[in-house]
């Protein structure tokens, strides 16, 4: 991760003799209330301003719509101009003794009065004229950043928030601007989920508190459905093929059943599972899926950790990427200008939430740049204790602790980074697991044939023409009695008789075709330890459509009896 990016591609103006270009979005969205998407949009969108880019804010909160106030300017809907109406008098010395007759309201001249509240809209946009019920676009005061309020929270009679929602998206796709912030508010509202996933660049805050973290894996799995739902509908309606239509037809029936519940990654085990012919579109779109957030008013150190330990859990339990972008600090000066209608960029720039916020928006003109760099990921297969403690196959041993360490922290039990992910029974016996990866990895002789078993080697030039020399008629299938002690020329024959190739067995039971050519062997220094040798045995049996019990208790009791030191060592 980086938060180097050149500011000056964002300064220059559009290049001259081209027509304009379609703004760049840019959505922020939240947990719940308060957890600072106004405070991030009005300040990223100054940020943007403030490098020449034509910038505007959009309101789109359905519930709380609030940016006005951090841009430090009147609410643009208005209201309508107030003019005190003048008191009446009596007159004692009448003497008709008829009062004095009240002015009409609309005759009072007197408009400049101080109890006046006057609200001048700025020019709506003469190229986007705004909808019905719908404020116009209004200057801010910075230069170069405009305010939208799109109205959602106050719909016209008649009207859905879910309609005018789609239909500001297809207004602000044709705006004269660089840069559209959209402050989305909270909720998981199809119309709020499409913007979200159509966006150029996204950010979503929340808090370090138990419902906004739950509030964001919730966030996270309702984008994911909702993004593989509309995956599987384009690819139902190119499709001509009646078995891929009936496939998606019963995944889409899935989702509407299991709900936004449903973990992505435990949608594709049931998938894969099934053997459902979607599968490997789902994987797809669960390694595609990012959602960038920070973590808004910090205080302890516990909560500046608390954003790496969520992506780690993330990843853990919903199989898809939570990239942490930052944090902002706890700051009493972003109330401070809250209240008196300044911007914070603006009126303290120097402050810790100030600079927080810059960094978050350098890290996201790089995403939209393409120069972001997500943090490395070990390279191992998955569900091994390499994978639950996130190291790679040669971390030392002081690195095996420190990875430990940290997962026992995420995992423990009250942990706020758990929370809306696991129960208590899945925490178990995920901690029980992490202390096997630990002692395992931490024992050189469990460590290393485990690590055998698991990162096989790639096979030689020489078990190339193995491979190669296999080709051909097949032999005789040899003849086998409930005596029959099996070696590994017995199933070398077997296999060959049957013209199985060991590449074939080793992607049906992921054992290296180095050690099945040791098996084959009886290359007892090519071979992990007993344990794992009669592991591989049974599986290589199960694939031959023999006994696997009988066959690894006599392969494996031949092979202690010819090498007694092997079996005494490993003893």
Same mark, same amino acid.
């Given at each position: 991760?980086?938060?180097?990016?050149d500011?000056?591609?964002?300064?220059?103006p559009? *290049?001259?003799?081209?027509?304009?270009t379609?703004?760049?979005?840019?959505?922020?969205?939240?947990a719940?209330?308060?957890?600072?998407?106004?405070?991030?949009a009005?300040?990223l969108?100054?940020?943007l301003?403030?490098?020449?880019?034509?910038v505007?804010?959009?309101d789109? =909160?359905?519930?709380?719509?609030?940016?006005?106030?951090?841009l430090g300017? *009147?609410h *643009?809907a208005?209201?309508?101009?107030?003019?005190?109406?003048?008191?009446?008098?009596?007159?004692?010395? =009448?003497?008709?003794?008829?009062t004095?007759e009240?002015l009409?309201?609309?005759?009072?001249?007197?408009?400049?009065?101080?109890?006046?509240?006057?609200?001048?809209?700025?020019?709506?946009?003469?190229?986007?004229?705004?909808?019905?019920g719908?404020?116009?676009?209004?200057?801010?005061?910075?230069?170069?950043?405009?305010?939208?309020?799109?109205?959602?929270?106050?719909?016209?009679?008649?009207?859905?928030?879910? %309609?005018?929602?789609?239909?500001?998206?297809?207004?602000?796709?044709?705006m004269?601007?660089?840069?559209?912030?959209?402050?989305?508010?909270?909720?998981?509202?199809?119309?709020l989920?499409?913007l979200?996933?159509?966006?150029?660049?996204?950010?979503?805050?929340t808090?370090?508190?138990?419902?906004?973290v739950?509030?964001?894996?919730?966030f996270?799995?309702?984008t994911?459905?909702?993004?593989? %739902?509309?995956?599987v509908?384009?690819a139902v309606?190119?499709?001509?093929d009646?078995?891929?239509?009936?496939?998606?037809?019963?995944? /889409?029936?899935?989702?509407?059943?299991e709900?936004?519940?449903?973990?992505?990654?435990?949608?594709?085990?049931?998938?894969?599972?099934?053997?459902?012919?979607?599968?490997?579109?789902?994987?797809q779109a669960?390694?595609e899926h990012?959602?960038?957030?920070?973590v808004?008013?910090?205080r302890l150190r516990?909560?500046?950790?608390?954003g790496?330990?969520?992506a780690s859990?993330?990843?853990?339990?919903?199989?898809?990427r939570?990239?942490?972008?930052g944090?902002?600090?706890?700051?009493?000066?972003?109330?401070n200008?809250?209240?008196t209608?300044?911007?914070?960029?603006?009126?303290?720039?120097?402050t810790k939430?100030?600079?927080?916020i810059?960094?978050?928006?350098?890290?996201?003109l790089?995403?939209?740049?393409?120069?972001?760099?997500?943090?490395?990921?070990?390279t191992?297969?998955?569900?091994t204790?390499?994978?639950?403690?996130?190291?790679?196959?040669?971390a030392?041993?002081?690195?095996?602790?420190?990875?430990?360490k940290r997962?026992?922290e +995420?995992?423990?039990?009250?942990?706020?980074?758990?929370?809306?992910?696991?129960?208590?029974?899945g925490?178990?016996?995920?901690?029980?697991?992490?202390?096997?990866?630990?002692d395992?990895l931490?024992?050189p002789?469990?460590?290393?044939?485990?690590?055998?078993s698991?990162?096989?080697?790639?096979?030689?030039?020489?078990?190339?023409?193995?491979e190669e020399a296999?080709e051909?008629?097949?032999?005789?299938?040899?003849?086998?009695t409930?005596?029959?002690?099996?070696?590994g020329?017995l199933?070398?024959?077997?296999?060959l008789?049957?013209?199985?190739?060991?590449?074939?067995?080793?992607?049906?039971t992921?054992?290296?075709?180095?050690f /099945?050519?040791?098996?084959e062997?009886?290359?007892v220094?090519?071979?992990?330890?007993?344990?794992? +040798?009669?592991?591989?045995?049974?599986?290589?049996?199960?694939?031959?459509?023999?006994d696997p019990?009988h066959v690894?208790r006599?392969?494996v009791?031949?092979?202690?009896?010819?090498?007694p030191?092997?079996?005494?060592?490993e003893?």
């Amino acid at each position: 991760m980086t938060d180097e990016v050149d500011l000056e591609l964002f300064r220059e103006p559009a *290049p001259e003799g081209e027509g304009p270009t379609a703004p760049r979005l840019m959505v922020i969205g939240g947990a719940k209330g308060g957890t600072g998407k106004s405070l991030l949009a009005a300040n990223l969108a100054i940020y943007l301003a403030s490098l020449g880019r034509r910038v505007v804010a959009v309101d789109a =909160d359905r519930i709380g719509a609030n940016l006005h106030g951090f841009l430090g300017v *009147p609410h *643009p809907a208005g209201v309508a101009t107030y003019t005190p109406p003048l008191p009446s008098f009596a007159s004692p010395d =009448d003497e008709d003794g008829e009062t004095q007759e009240t002015l009409p309201f609309d005759d009072v001249e007197d408009t400049d009065s101080d109890l006046a509240l006057v609200v001048h809209p700025g020019p709506a946009d003469g190229t986007n004229p705004p909808a019905p019920g719908v404020p116009g676009v209004v200057d801010t005061g910075v230069r170069g950043l405009r305010l939208l309020h799109a109205g959602l929270d106050e719909p016209a009679r008649g009207e859905s928030t879910r %309609r005018r929602r789609r239909d500001l998206t297809e207004r602000l796709t044709k705006m004269d601007a660089d840069w559209i912030v959209i402050d989305i508010g909270a909720g998981l509202d199809h119309s709020l989920l499409d913007l979200w996933l159509d966006a150029d660049v996204h950010l979503f805050a929340t808090l370090p508190e138990p419902t906004a973290v739950e509030g964001t894996y919730r966030f996270v799995r309702a984008t994911f459905l909702r993004r593989l %739902r509309r995956l599987v509908e384009q690819a139902v309606a190119a499709s001509d093929d009646s078995a891929i239509a009936e496939a998606g037809a019963s995944l /889409l029936e899935r989702l509407e059943q299991e709900g936004r519940a449903l973990p992505p990654l435990d949608l594709l085990r049931k998938l894969r599972a099934e053997g459902h012919p979607l599968a490997d579109q789902v994987e797809q779109a669960m390694e595609e899926h990012d959602t960038f957030f920070v973590v808004n008013q910090t205080r302890l150190r516990a909560d500046l950790e608390l954003g790496e330990r969520m992506a780690s859990a993330a990843r853990r339990r919903l199989g898809v990427r939570l990239e942490y972008l930052g944090y902002v600090d706890f700051d009493d000066t972003v109330w401070n200008c809250l209240r008196t209608g300044r911007p914070l960029l603006i009126e303290s720039p120097g402050t810790k939430a100030s600079r927080s916020i810059e960094k978050i928006a350098r890290r996201l003109l790089s995403l939209a740049a393409g120069k972001y760099r997500f943090a490395p990921q070990p390279t191992v297969p998955l569900a091994t204790h390499h994978d639950l403690l996130e190291i790679d196959r040669g971390a030392t041993d002081e690195e095996v602790r420190r990875a430990a360490k940290r997962a026992r922290e +995420i995992y423990a039990p009250g942990s706020l980074a758990c929370v809306g992910l696991f129960d208590e029974t899945g925490l178990e016996r995920l901690r029980a697991r992490l202390e096997e990866a630990h002692d395992v990895l931490l024992d050189p002789a469990r460590r290393r044939p485990y690590e055998l078993s698991v990162f096989p080697p790639e096979p030689t030039q020489a078990s190339t023409r193995e491979e190669e020399a296999d080709e051909g008629p097949r032999p005789p299938p040899p003849v086998i009695t409930p005596e029959t002690v099996f070696t590994g020329a017995l199933l070398r024959a077997v296999r060959l008789s049957k013209g199985v190739r060991l590449k074939e067995i080793s992607q049906k039971t992921k054992i290296g075709v180095s050690f /099945l050519q040791a098996i084959e062997g009886e290359q007892v220094r090519h071979l992990p330890a007993q344990v794992y +040798i009669r592991g591989f045995v049974t599986e290589v049996a199960k694939f031959l459509g023999l006994d696997p019990e009988h066959v690894s208790r006599t392969y494996v009791r031949r092979l202690e009896k010819n090498h007694p030191e092997r079996a005494g060592a490993e003893g």
